[in-house]
């Protein structure tokens, strides 16, 4: 999260030019008194403005903060993937503007994350002492660490890929049984190798996506085993099982009882510092079988026991002499299984969050409105949406028209959301915002090595991934000629090719484009081509300017206090007839988003009542008064006895006792009047 220099939407440009050149700077948050973003300045805003600066305010050519998210402080992270913005302000629980942050900032340091994650798994990988094989549910090698290269004798790299059959060579694998959820032990020959491998299931979500093999090489095992059965002096043979004594090793007589046990052993079971040889091993041990494997005589290779709370696998082999269990040998070949399911639930985190990760780029990628959320029932609205809804059901290109602000964003998403479509990814690429020589590799992707700073393993483009999808090319009209030939030929051909690379690759996206400039111009003027405008040109879809359609400004208005009353819980109930005369007066150059900002403004401003009034709506629009046509001289005066009797009202705050004594007539009077001009007050 940064700490940005930020500025005050009332502060000149001219002091604002100053903090740049300071600061070195492209962009500054803007606040308003309270401390609470209103907006963002850029430099290039700045630079283009022709005025004199020192006339001009922050506010005059600021970006409303309506276009930027805002998060607050102490929320998630991955809360903003669910957001459509790139930039977000931060805030704290009063609405108090604390830092900007980018989406992609974010991005990155989930992504750091997960590549900690797998560099923690690769490393407990490395360090484990037995050969460890990760397995799909079918039983391919998916990953494999160094230890298993002296045990399979093969390379690392070439067990990856291979099946756990090809591994195994001719052995008799049905007991392997990849596919199986149950875990267990057995022992192979391997390549005059005798091979002790166990099996544990790794579950996601409750379902099986694979297993866990552990193998260790006991040939030395078994030779001590033949040492055992041979006639040495109980000297040698201890001698010889602990020079390996890597492992707990115990041993104990034909009764039970211990006669040797090596320190690891004893570390293990935490009594390190106490004698345990004499004493019987079911005090020593607990769930312990080694007196009883000196009463069968019977080996146990790779059995699974529980001390302490912790699962090990154990080997249990019995000495003879003259045909009778003299001693019997146990050691530990894991000593904490809990290792092993660290290791399991470790790698089910790591798929869970790239299952999260591609679940969150997913729902990043898909269109969140529909023809309902569009406001509005005026004739024009209720044209452009029959229109639109027409559009749907075909594949054909889309080119919208009209002014910024006018909601075409929202109309392309409701399209794509109505269409066959709607279950694939919808892609948004504003063609003004990425700079010309990024926006072919944007669109397009690109190979690894294809120029300086590409990313190894390459870049999926925007067409590519919008695949089967729809892509929408927002301010299509500011794409520069060399890209709109590209992607003319991607229309034509349905088929893409990424930077360096010399192949092709077909896709299957529906077009959606729009631009508030006038196309027809730009053609005239070459600066738009007249064949790409053809094939974008299949269905057009004009959004009108709010002005054309000023009966939908009531419910656009209380939409919007709904939205941000809710959000500021605020108790904003309405907005008044007064307001909505004035709103209605308006030339709203800015469109549905320039009044959704005012109705965000007024809610900000309000201190008390539940109702929005004129005074709470900007200078510009509050003072707005249109000339009056023709009418009666009757009508006449009751137009101007009703302004006069509301403007009065207004400067007084609405005290109605104030107001009655200024006018110079009684409050019972003053009260009809109210009545009968129906005055919302």
Known sequence: MKNPVVIYEDESLAEVREKIKKYNVDSFPVLNINNEPTGILTGL???TTQDDLADKRVY????????????????????????????????DDLGKFKSLIRKRHVMKMHYEK????????RSFMSCVDSGVLLLSRVGNIVEANKRSEEIFDLDANEIVGMHISDVLDSQDISTIKAEDKESYSTVLNLRNKKIIIFKEPVLRKNKYIGCVLTARDITEYNRIEEQLSSEKTEKEILKTIFDMAYDGLIVVDSEGYVKMISNAYKKFLGLEKENLVGKHVTEVIENTRLHIVAKTGVSEIGDLQKIKDNYIIASRIPVFENGKVTNVVGKVMFRNIGELDELYNKITKIEQQLENYRDEITQMNKAKYRFSNIVGKSSAIKQAISMAKKSAYTDSSVLILGESGTGKELFAQSIHNSSARRGNPFIKVNCAA???DLLESELFGYEEGSFTGAKKGGKIGKFE???????FLDEIGDMPLNMQAKLLRTIQEREIERIGSTKTKKIDVRIIAATNRNIQQMIEAKKFRLDLYYRLNVVTLHIPALRERTEDIEELS????????????????????SAIMKLKRYNWPGNVRELENIIERAINIIDEGSVIRPK???LDISSNYDFEELKTLKEIVEETERKAILNCLEAVNFNKSKASKILGISRTAFYEKIDKYNLDV
């Not at 991934?465 to 892509?471: F, P, R, S």
């Not at 108790?571 to 008044?576: D, H, L, R």
């Open 465 to 471: 991934a919008a695949d089967q999808g729809t892509i």
């Open 114 to 121: 997960l590549q900690h994650s797998v560099s923690k798994h």
């Open 434 to 436: 990425i700079p010309d």
């Open 45 to 47: 805003a700045l630079t």
């Open 558 to 577: 209380k939409s919007f206090i709904e939205k941000f009353r809710v959000r500021y819980l605020k108790k904003i109930e309405t907005i008044s007839e």
């Open 60 to 91: 005059d050519i600021m970006k409303p903060v309506e276009d930027i998210c805002v998060v607050k402080e102490f929320e998630e992270t991955n809360t903003i993937f669910n957001k459509s913005c790139e930039l977000f302000f931060v805030v």
């Open 616 to 618: 709470h709506l900007p």
